[in-house]
């Protein structure tokens, strides 16, 4: 069984392939195109297929489009209705169903040889629950945006299939109640919201009493979310203006009111089914402060969180839920990789000194504990949003200023966090609270006292830490390298940021990576085994 998933229609466009209960290959289409979340989430640009990362995920099992048994497509158009009947002031909705109507011809026209009527339209939802279970049992919660006419489900997954509990219906929606709130701060919204989330530490949550009257969970296991003015609470800041305290308790407020209703949709989840794991995903999936919660304070025993949680995460659904599997082998890293002698191939391109030390981790742990900045470029490229050491900047997480170092080489704002990646067998001595292992960087933790001081460039204002654990059976190259620079600093931590500067999107290839070298004051470049030094 050959299925492709496809998602395009609000943003994130992706492409996945699952071919007989194995998954091949999926990817963003934005490492290829090299337009950050692929397009802008309007109507009219809905047409667009992931055309390149669809090509790619097929030439992966030397597949042609003529092959696949089935194409799922995670949007369903005779789901949705008027936008006025949804409540929602969007004059230009109908086109967005027009393009979604004509996604099989589309797709035909992209992938030539695909026959139209193997697309099958997969509901939105659905393929977002599917791309958490991943033919597993067990409790299913999916909060984003919006799907075709709700932004909801809660659901159990069993060996007879989904069975939807309950599903809220727009225009009630917490994914475009933060969107509101994102844009209303000054970023951009559908893209920015994490940014919103790290704003929120800084604040205070003032205005809870206000947002707990018009945004609650409902007994029907959905929830209301009534028009907030939000210039009433803070004023609406322009991009480029400095943020105030008002800004941040603002921030702060949305954040716990979503907590605090995330939470109780999941105790109402948990008394229907009494499951000991909860799996999530849509785009509230990656707030990474609120899963903390729900995993510490919720019901479940176990909370899961899918990587790829936003849109892109529902080409890998729409293709499991087709494919009908048991329950499959998932790690992140399903994008692209490159051989030695391609890499070495564009070094030479390129024209830049390089050597092939003995050890490419021992050469960047020793780079690192000289207070180098390094990238490092290794396997497989990771679907979904976060650099989990494949595509990475690393630094020292010692030298507090190496948080401002790493935001400026990135050129982004100062008051992001960045993240630690730490041995999987330390993690517990230094970092309490949220759950461990976290493979995925989908939760926050609190730094113990006795470390703040000791790592203090991956410690947030609020103390906390979005930590990525290190398992040698799985990242036994980048636990080489943490352990070899632990043996040089005594720290079995490393700081982990993506691999990209400001609203670019990661780098994908080796000609991405070469870009990126040479445009940022990065010291060591470790692509594959080799090793490009800036010189000094
Ligand atoms: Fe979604």
């Known amino acids: 069984m050959r299925v492709l998933g496809i998602n395009a229609i609000f943003h994130d466009?992706?492409?996945?392939?699952?071919?007989?209960?194995r998954i091949v290959a999926a990817a963003e289409e934005e490492r290829f195109s090299r337009r950050k979340h692929g397009k802008r989430p309007v109507p009219f640009s809905?047409?667009?297929?992931?055309?390149?990362?669809?090509?790619?995920?097929?030439?992966?099992?030397?597949?042609?489009?003529?092959?696949?048994?089935?194409?799922?497509?995670?949007?369903?158009?005779?789901?949705?209705?008027?936008?006025?009947?949804?409540?929602?002031?969007?004059?230009?909705d109908h086109l967005r169903i027009m393009y979604a109507e004509q996604a099989p011809s589309l797709l035909a026209d992209a992938l030539p040889g695909l026959d139209p009527a193997k697309v099958r339209f997969v509901p939105h939802h659905v393929a977002h629950a599917a791309s958490?279970?991943?033919?597993?049992?067990?409790?299913?919660?999916?909060?984003?945006?919006?799907?075709?006419?709700?932004?909801?489900?809660?659901?159990?997954?069993?060996?007879d299939g989904l069975e939807i509990l309950a599903s809220q219906e727009l225009p009630h929606s917490l994914g475009l109640m933060y969107e509101d709130l994102t844009q209303h701060l000054g970023f951009l919204r559908s893209s920015d919201e994490y940014k919103v989330m790290a704003m929120a530490s800084y604040g205070k949550p003032?205005?809870?009493?206000?947002?707990?009257?018009?945004?609650?969970?409902?007994?029907?296991?959905?929830?209301?979310?009534?028009?907030?003015?939000?210039?009433?609470?803070?004023?609406?800041?322009?991009?480029?203006?400095?943020?105030?305290?008002?800004?941040?308790?603002?921030?702060?407020s949305v954040q716990r009111r979503l907590e605090e209703v995330l939470l109780?949709?999941?105790r109402w989840i948990h008394e229907r089914t009494g499951d000991r794991t909860l799996m999530i995903a849509g785009g509230t999936g990656l707030n990474c402060v609120a899963n903390t919660v729900l995993s510490e304070q919720g019901p479940f025993e176990h909370v899961w969180v899918q990587p790829a949680a936003g849109d892109a995460g529902t080409a890998l659904g729409a293709a499991v839920h087709l494919a009908r599997t048991g329950p499959l082998e998932f790690a992140p890293d399903l994008g692209r990789e490159f051989g030695d002698a391609e890499i070495e191939e564009a070094l030479r391109t390129a024209r830049v000194p390089y050597e092939r030390p003995p050890d490419v981790a021992e050469a960047v742990a020793e780079t690192l504990a000289d207070d180098g900045i390094v990238a490092w470029f290794q396997g497989r490229a990771e679907y979904g949003p976060r650099a989990l050491g494949h595509r990475s900047l690393l630094a020292h997480p010692g030298r507090k200023a190496n948080l401002e170092r790493l935001n400026n080489v990135k050129?982004?704002?100062?008051?992001?966090?960045?993240?630690?990646?730490?041995?999987?067998?330390?993690?517990?001595?230094?970092?309490?609270r949220?759950?461990?292992?976290?493979?995925?960087?989908?939760?926050?933790?609190?730094?113990?006292?006795?470390?703040?001081?000791?790592?203090?460039?991956?410690?947030?204002?609020?103390?906390?830490?979005?930590?990525?654990?290190?398992?040698?059976?799985?990242?036994?190259?980048?636990?080489?390298?943490?352990?070899?620079?632990?043996?040089?600093?005594?720290l079995p931590v490393?700081?982990?940021?993506?691999?990209?500067?400001?609203?670019?999107?990661?780098?994908?290839?080796?000609?991405?990576?070469?870009?990126?070298?040479?445009?940022?004051?990065?010291?060591?470049?470790?692509?594959?085994?080799?090793?490009?030094?800036?010189?000094?």
């Not at 466009?13 to 209960?21: I, R």
């Not at 009493?209 to 803070?234: C, K, M, S």
């Not at 609190?446 to 830490?465: E, K, L, N």
């Not at 780098?507 to 490009?532: H, K, N, Q, W, Y």
């Open 206 to 252: 003032r205005h809870l009493d206000l947002l707990r009257e018009a945004v609650r969970a409902t007994e029907d296991g959905g929830f209301v979310t009534g028009t907030i003015d939000w210039e009433r609470l803070a004023p609406a800041r322009a991009p480029h203006e400095q943020w105030t305290q008002e800004h941040a308790d603002l921030a702060a």
């Open 411 to 432: 050129g982004r704002e100062q008051f992001r966090p960045v993240a630690p990646m730490v041995l999987a067998d330390r993690a517990a001595e230094i970092f309490t």
């Open 46 to 92: 809905a047409w667009e297929q992931p055309v390149l990362s669809a090509r790619w995920c097929l030439e992966q099992a030397g597949l042609r489009p003529g092959d696949l048994d089935l194409v799922g497509f995670s949007y369903d158009p005779s789901l949705v209705r008027p936008a006025e009947a949804m409540g929602l002031n969007d004059p230009w």
């Open 264 to 266: 109780d949709l999941t």
């Open 494 to 536: 490393v700081v982990n940021t993506s691999l990209n500067t400001a609203g670019r999107p990661m780098v994908d290839s080796p000609r991405d990576a070469l870009e990126c070298f040479g445009s940022t004051p990065v010291d060591l470049l470790a692509i594959g085994p080799f090793a490009v030094r800036r010189p000094s």
């Open 434 to 490: 949220g759950p461990l292992p976290s493979p995925y960087m989908l939760f926050v933790h609190d730094v113990t006292s006795a470390w703040q001081d000791r790592i203090p460039a991956v410690v947030h204002v609020d103390g906390t830490a979005r930590v990525q654990t290190v398992d040698p059976a799985a990242e036994p190259l980048v636990a080489r390298m943490l352990t070899a620079f632990e043996r040089r600093t005594g």
């Open 13 to 21: 466009p992706a492409a996945a392939l699952v071919v007989d209960g």
């Open 132 to 159: 958490a279970l991943l033919g597993r049992e067990g409790s299913v919660l999916v909060c984003d945006g919006r799907g075709e006419r709700a932004s909801h489900l809660s659901g159990r997954h069993s060996p």
